[in-house]
């Protein structure tokens, strides 16, 4: 398939190399970096100087990736795309979008005669070796279009194990990617992919938090314990039922910093954990441990833990995230 894509940054660059390692892909790039396309060094990719030339280099019908920041940047760019298309062409929101403006984006699409899926997206900086876990929102007759370019970016079946009992069920998501629904239902699912995805990493933090406290003056010398972290990370990553890419990342980052010396401690949200917090509100469903670990990022803002720490390691590691300034 031909595939027109904005952004260029930390995973749309990615998402462009894995795509066009498959030949039976093309792409038109797009980025407000002139130098973004040219440094993906790849054949079978247009860049497009403007949006204008994206569309006009593209086959009808059109499908075009937007892989840019949620908010402004990705409603702008939308806004603006759309005069440009004819029907039946295809938006995809592959961003951290809020869910609500998918529902409302979709409607104004529909009016014009256009499509638009959004995608939540899973894989960061890694997505290019490992494939982009994928959750979509769409009409069913668009989403099975674009099926190929999901294919290919997806992880694929990889050496895990078949869950027992999943015969007949959907192929798709033993391969790495959901259709879960109407337009908003993917970035649904994406956003509390990332509410959990908090809980997570906060439960490692603080757990190697008191693995490190082991040795405090506080306690009595007999009940003292200097423990190696990076060992424990890494021998809980072989066999131990909480083994999971984020204890490996956990392993990585304590074994090149054991104390973690290029962090500070000050632990961004990117809206998903919000989001996901108000919408158990909405659901009236308690969930005390993914509010905890959004309160405690913005605690982290203010004094620093080595949890905080860890925390700020794993976000990088997975995202390239870096931490807000003081």
């Given at each position: 398939m031909q595939l027109g894509v904005i952004g260029l940054g930390r995973m749309g660059g990615?998402?462009?190399?894995?795509?066009?390692?498959?030949?039976?892909?093309?792409?038109?790039?797009?980025?407000?970096?002139?130098?973004?396309?040219?440094?993906?060094?790849?054949?079978?990719?247009?860049?497009?100087?403007?949006?204008?030339?994206?569309?006009?280099?593209?086959?009808?019908?059109?499908?075009?990736?937007?892989?840019?920041?949620?908010?402004?940047?990705?409603?702008?760019?939308?806004?603006?795309?759309?005069?440009?298309?004819?029907?039946?062409?295809v938006i995809i929101d592959g961003g951290n979008s809020f869910w609500q403006d998918d529902v409302r984006r979709a409607a104004m699409l529909r009016a014009?005669?256009?499509?638009?899926?959004?995608?939540?997206?899973?894989?960061?900086?890694?997505?290019?070796?490992?494939g982009y876990c994928m959750m979509i929102g769409g009409e069913n007759a668009i989403v099975e279009r674009l099926d190929p370019l999901f294919a290919t970016l997806a992880p694929g079946a990889g050496d895990i194990?078949?869950?027992?009992?999943?015969?007949?069920?959907?192929?798709?998501?033993?391969?790495?990617?959901?259709?879960?629904?109407?337009?908003?239902a993917g970035h649904f699912v994406k956003m509390i992919h990332n509410g959990i995805e908090y809980g997570l990493m906060q439960a490692y933090a603080e757990g190697f938090d008191i693995l490190k406290g082991a040795n405090s003056?506080?306690?009595?010398?007999?009940?003292?314990?200097?423990?190696?972290?990076?060992?424990?990370?890494e021998v809980w990553r072989r066999g131990s039922v909480i083994s999971s890419w984020l204890l490996d990342l956990t392993s990585s980052a304590l074994t090149k910093s054991p104390a973690l010396e290029g962090f500070a401690g000050r632990v961004a949200d990117s809206g998903e954990g919000r989001w996901t917090v108000n919408a158990a509100v909405d659901e009236a469903v308690a969930a005390p441990v993914l509010t905890a670990a959004l309160f405690a990022r913005f605690r982290?803002?203010?004094?620093?833990?080595?949890?905080?720490?860890?925390?700020?390691?794993?976000?990088?590691?997975?995202?390239?995230?870096?931490?807000?300034?003081?």
């Open positions: 990615n998402m462009v190399r894995r795509l066009l390692a498959d030949p039976a892909h093309s792409a038109v790039v797009y980025d407000r970096s002139p130098t973004a396309a040219q440094a993906l060094g790849l054949e079978r990719v247009t860049a497009a100087a403007d949006l204008p030339a994206l569309v006009a280099a593209l086959a009808p019908p059109r499908a075009i990736w937007v892989m840019l920041p949620a908010g402004e940047p990705t409603e702008q760019t939308i806004s603006q795309l759309a005069p440009l298309l004819a029907k039946d062409d014009r005669g256009l499509h638009y899926v959004d995608v939540g997206t899973s894989g960061g900086i890694w997505g290019l070796e490992r194990p078949r869950t027992p009992g999943r015969e007949g069920r959907d192929p798709r998501v033993e391969r790495g990617y959901l259709h879960a629904g109407p337009s908003g003056p506080e306690l009595p010398q007999d009940h003292r314990f200097d423990l190696d972290l990076a060992d424990i990370a982290s803002r203010h004094e620093h833990t080595f949890a905080d720490k860890l925390l700020s390691a794993m976000r990088n590691a997975f995202g390239g995230h870096k931490e807000p300034p003081a």
